[in-house]
């Protein structure tokens, strides 16, 4: 009687994994034919040689340019050193490959029962999951690898595995600014995290002085801080946040307001991340922390773009899996899952002359984001902690 049980897992599991490749390799099809087409590559490119020649690789253009920290330039060498189009698969190869991986974790720590891995559930997280990350894919961003790492920092924390952590942590802050979100949201809940942290920022601050002008370097520096302060302050509504959402049905609040908003609600996403801490389990604390931070981002960092919404692609996918094993939740279970789908909306193809994505843009992300933070609180007040013995770090 096993065998059958035997091969459907089996099944499932090379299913998903067949999944990830379709999608893959339909992303390269697309590289192969416009190569310059939808992709950053050539931005990044373009600051790894500045970098390397001793130039100034930052722009004053608030919307476009290389706005990240000079850790970037420096690690996206490898890619840049390849000629173009091998350097445009390898760079998708590895960040797509990091993307799954980290799909893989959320699978075994969040969603396993008594130690036991679900294919199926590994399946459906991919087809949840996946979708959400095509536009960040095809356009080779950053936000692909940071999305993963955020997802694999919340699976080392909920498995006590600290050193882990802190390093993916710290590679996410080496490859884009955004990730000081969630380092500083898991880092003001979880102390133990704090000394390994600072030792983990201080070799990412060293690592440029591995130029070969230190005093160029330090000038980067500088040239970095001024250029973030100025893309923060950049046309807003162009963007996939909170101030677009508002913005799309008439509602242009100030900067300064927007500002006092975001902070206020930095305070209520940290108090719900301690209170997480507090009510739910090891696994179910360090999950839900790594959620907030990404809904954060989506809705109150004034820069997120649609592709960024793959920051939000797995704690979608995944709490509605979770749900699914509970009875009673069949239709918060479909709304996430439709939810998961919608996150992929401006990959939709027409439907006649309508495009979905110019029916969608700037408003239906960012109400996916706003309405996942009722389902996030519902989930700290009511989820019930698990039994020791069902958590994968015990």
């Known amino acids: 009687m096993s065998t059958p049980s035997v091969t459907r897992i089996h099944w499932q599991r090379w299913a998903a994994w067949g999944f990830c490749l379709l999608i893959f390799l339909a992303i390269l099809a697309d590289v192969m034919r416009s190569p310059k087409a939808h992709t950053t590559m050539p931005t990044y490119r373009f600051a790894s040689t500045q970098w390397w ?42 960040v797509f ?15 396993s029962r008594d130690g036991v891995r679900s294919a ?42 600290w050193i882990a952590a802190t390093v993916w942590l710290c590679l996410a802050v080496a490859l884009k600014p955004l990730a000081a979100v969630p380092l500083l949201l898991f880092g003001a809940i979880y102390w133990k995290l704090i000394p390994r942290v600072i030792i983990g920022l201080l070799v990412v601050l060293a690592l440029p002085f591995l130029h070969w002008s230190p005093a160029y370097v330090a000038h980067e520096y500088v040239r970095c801080f001024q250029t973030l302060m100025s893309a923060s302050k950049g046309d807003e509504p162009k963007f996939s946040d909170l101030a677009a959402l508002l913005s799309h049905i008439g509602i242009n609040p100030s900067y300064e307001l927007k500002t006092v908003v975001r902070v206020i609600f930095a305070l209520v996403y940290l108090g719900l991340a301690w209170m997480g801490a507090r009510r739910l389990g090891r696994v179910e604390a360090a999950w839900v922390i790594g959620a907030l931070s990404a809904d954060y981002l989506m809705l109150f960092n004034p820069r997120t773009e649609t592709c960024s919404y793959v920051f939000l692609g797995p704690w979608v996918a995944s709490l509605a899996l979770f749900y699914a094993q509970q009875t009673g939740r069949k239709g918060l279970v479909w709304c996430l899952a439709f939810a998961s789908l919608g996150l992929a909306c401006d990959g939709f193809p027409k439907i006649g002359h309508v495009s979905v994505h110019d029916m969608t843009d700037r408003w239906l992300k960012p109400l996916i984001a706003l309405l996942f933070l009722p389902v996030l609180i519902e989930f700290i007040f009511k989820q019930q902690k698990r039994p020791s013995n069902n958590n994968p770090s015990s």
């Open 97 to 111: 490959g990091l993307f799954c991986y980290a799909l893989v974790r959320l699978n075994d720590v969040f969603l």
């Open 53 to 94: 020649q001793g130039q100034d690789p930052y722009t004053e253009d608030q919307h476009g340019g290389f706005l990240y920290f000079p850790q970037a330039a420096f690690l996206f060498t490898p890619f840049n050193v390849v000629p173009f189009l091998l350097g445009e698969f390898l760079w998708r190869a590895a």
């Open 120 to 161: 199926k559930n590994f399946f459906f997280l991919a087809l949840l999951a996946i979708p959400s990350s095509l536009a960040s894919l095809r356009n080779a961003q950053f936000d692909l690898p940071l999305a993963a790492l955020i997802v694999m920092s919340a699976a080392e924390i909920a498995t006590s595995r």
